[in-house]
């Protein structure tokens, strides 16, 4: 009787423990939600203030670059350079094809014009595809053995599943594509090679032409050593992640989260054809994904802190052999094996960097020199072709760009414009990274957990995510809304179907987690901006 009374008694403190941890989260979520409410009232207000003030500020600059006659042309000859593009990579050259064909003289300056060999950059998401297609370059994917991506696959311990990107109402060529980044990125470089107007050069750019504060144009170096001086109103900085110029123009803050162990594996079969798959391993995450009709790609991701197994020792050989293969789904093993005797394993670091607005008239920063997420969400090409997209039609109304200190508080309004694409994909990026990676933590091991099992539901529970990460529903509230639904979902699994003291404090340490992920990202790419983003249309 006594040992039933003592239990009856347990189970009412847990209930009442419970009830009083729900109690203090309903009311500091009542706070949350006021508080909320009071910043998104006035974050309104100001939002309408600040497009009508742009508009005011931008629409006589477009009014006064055309006159009766035409558009004004000052002081430049025919065959001058309007726009200095420094790098011919991804968005260098496309941003080449897009200004060449709107009829503006371009001098692109590349380092190295012979084919890349690259182990990222070759995921395009379909949200990039289509701006692909706004910019007329969607024929840079044919011809190159590209591969259709429709989805992924995810596998965790004995568990996988599929999610795929809600294409329903889309045109029925528009999917992801994979394929080897140096045949597209030659693709797009014979392309502006062709397009009037555009100048494609080899040769190493030594630094930037300043005058009183402005950029006036670049020192190069030809490829038989010849120094060159280039002059233009406008120079576009693009030339990658390892940015020789990005210092001159910004203070940037670049973050090393970890680094790819890449490898090609040869005729595998793929547990889910057409789909990029991603394993949640220990330590983190692991990709595969076509590359070819017949070539997988393979990038073993290794934490920053954890030492790179050496390659030439042969201790990566074994690492990969005894911690990596374990872990991967078994269609895929014999062809990781051979991938690995074949000896072929490259090193590549990854690296984080949210994007700093360029202050330097005359002079933009643009693609990874500009801005930087983890990789595993294959986002950084869509984030790129949408900046040349939102640059391209900033640029279109003028004909003048002599004014440079006038063209740069014209072009401050690219940095908000582009924050709904940049800031969804960047901040999923980071937090996706940091929920896959393992952890001792028990909360950090739920929060991974449950963001598998909200993801294996499917319907809105898939299609809402994928569409975020696939770019084709680049809405950074929504992206908060469903990070915190995987949090709730996962205290939900924590409390169902016998709460206990112990399973309320781990769900709220989960709820402490996500928070503590989520909100340094979102800070880092500027509250205001994400939350109301300026609308190209109410400016143009």
Known sequence: MASS???????????????????????????????????????????????????????????????????????????????????????GAALACSLGKDGRRVLVIERDLSEPDRIVGELLQPGGYLKLVELGLEDCVEGIDAQRVYGYGLFKDDKRTKVSYPLENYRSDVSGRSFHNGRFIQRMRVKAAKTPNVRLEQGTVTSLIEENGTVKGVNY?????????????????????????????CNPKVDIPSSFVALVLKNCQLPYPNHGHVILANPSPILMYPISSFETRCLVDIPGGQKVPSIPCGEMAQYLKT???PQLPPEVHSAFISAIEEGDIKVATN??????????????????????????????????????????????????????????????????????????????????????????DQARAELRQACFDYLSLGGVFSNGPVALLSGLNPKP???????FAVAIYGVGRLLLPFPSLKRAFIGGKLIMDATGIIFPIVKAEGIKQMVFPVSIDSIL
């Open 323 to 325: 911690v990596v293969l």
């Open 221 to 249: 170096k030809t490829k038989v050593g010849k120094q060159i001086t280039a002059d233009a109103p406008l120079t576009i900085v693009c030339d990658g992640c390892c940015s020789n110029l990005r210092r001159s123009l």
């Open 351 to 440: 690296r984080s960097m949210p994007a700093t607005p360029c202050s330097t008239p005359g002079a933009i920063l643009l693609g990874d020199a500009f801005n930087m997420r983890h990789p595993l969400t294959g986002g950084g090409m869509t984030v790129a072709l949408s900046d040349i997209v939102v640059l391209r039609k900033l640029l279109k109304p003028l004909d003048d760009l002599n004014d440079a200190a006038g063209l740069n508080e014209y072009l401050e309004v690219f940095y908000s414009l582009r924050k709904p694409v940049a800031s969804t994909i960047n901040t999923l990026a980071g937090a996706l990274y940091k929920v896959f990676t393992a952890s001792d």
């Open 5 to 91: 009374i003592d239990v009856l008694i347990t189970k009412l403190n847990n209930y009442i423990g419970f009830m009083g941890f729900m109690g203090i989260g309903i009311a500091f979520l009542l706070c949350f939600a006021v508080l909320l409410l009071d910043y998104l009232s006035f974050a309104a207000k100001k939002k309408i203030k600040d497009e009508t003030r742009l508009k005011e500020e931008i629409e006589p600059r477009i009014n006064n670059s055309v006159t009766d006659e035409g558009p004004i042309s000052q002081g430049r000859a025919a065959g001058d350079p309007e726009i200095i593009i420094v790098g011919a990579g991804v968005a």
């Open 477 to 483: 509230l929504t992206l908060v809304m469903h990070f």
